[in-house]
């Protein structure tokens, strides 16, 4: 049964510290997705990737987030410093890509407050 | 720029009623897919149902049903013979062919089937 895996599942920090979050997609998608789910703003998209490569990070702020895809089993989202209105549900979803729009598999979500 | 919008923000009803989902959407893509996605009290995202925009069949898969119509840019869910299991929040989702498989989400739904 293949799914997408995130770690931590939930994370409690204190404000100003590192935070990874990792997500290991279904093996042999080449689509990797970060959104986040708050509230205020509901789901929406930070960054993805196709092939490892970034495409698209408008989402993200740039000056204390970052994506990274170290290998295709591998995606990372890290928040440096973090502050508390980082505090959200982080999905990480995965899919495979020819033509068109495929359906996006989601994690179970790494729930983060930061305090 | 591409928008979805859900304007039910909770709905409630009692076992077995039969109760439809709003989505409207807004794109300047001729090729864009649809996408309905259920969160369950535990939070994670499952998918329902992709469309792409040539394809405007209505389907039914067991209790649930879409309709898609262009004319008025909706793609409106439906479940019969609703069960307390379907408690959950659910999402309208937009992808523009231009866009690369992001998902644009709407606000989503609370339903609530109380027993």
């Known amino acids: 049964d293949a799914r997408v895996t995130q770690t931590p599942r939930h994370k409690v920090t204190e404000m100003g510290q590192e935070v990874t979050m990792r997500c290991q997609p279904i093996?042999?998608?080449?689509?990797v997705f970060w959104y986040r789910q708050t509230m205020m703003q509901g789901l929406e998209l930070l960054a993805y990737f196709r092939n490892r490569a970034p495409l698209d990070d408008s989402g993200m702020p740039k000056d204390r987030f970052s994506a990274e895809m170290p290998d295709a089993t591998l995606a990372t989202l890290k928040i440096q410093p973090s502050e508390p209105r980082d505090s959200a549900v982080y999905f990480c979803?995965?899919?495979?890509?020819?033509?068109?729009?495929?359906?996006?598999?989601f994690g179970p979500g790494t729930r983060l407050t930061v305090l | 720029a591409q928008k979805v919008t859900q304007a039910q923000t909770e709905i409630s009803v009692v076992e077995k009623e039969d109760v439809t989902l709003d989505c409207v959407y807004e794109t300047r893509d001729t090729t864009y897919y649809l996408f309905w996605y259920k969160q369950p009290p535990s939070g994670e995202l499952v998918f329902l149902i992709r469309r792409n925009s040539f394809d405007e069949q209505n389907e039914i898969s067991g209790r649930y049903s879409w309709n898609f119509q262009k004319s008025t840019s909706s793609f409106n869910f439906t479940i019969t013979a609703s069960q307390v299991v379907d408690s959950a929040v659910y999402f309208c989702?937009?992808?523009?062919?231009?866009?690369?498989?992001?998902?644009?989400f709407g606000e989503g739904t609370q339903l609530t089937v109380n027993p």
């Open positions: 979803a995965s899919g495979f890509r020819t033509s068109g729009s495929n359906e996006q598999f």
């Open positions: 989702a937009l992808s523009e062919a231009a866009s690369g498989s992001r998902l644009t």
């Open positions: 093996l042999g998608h080449n689509t």
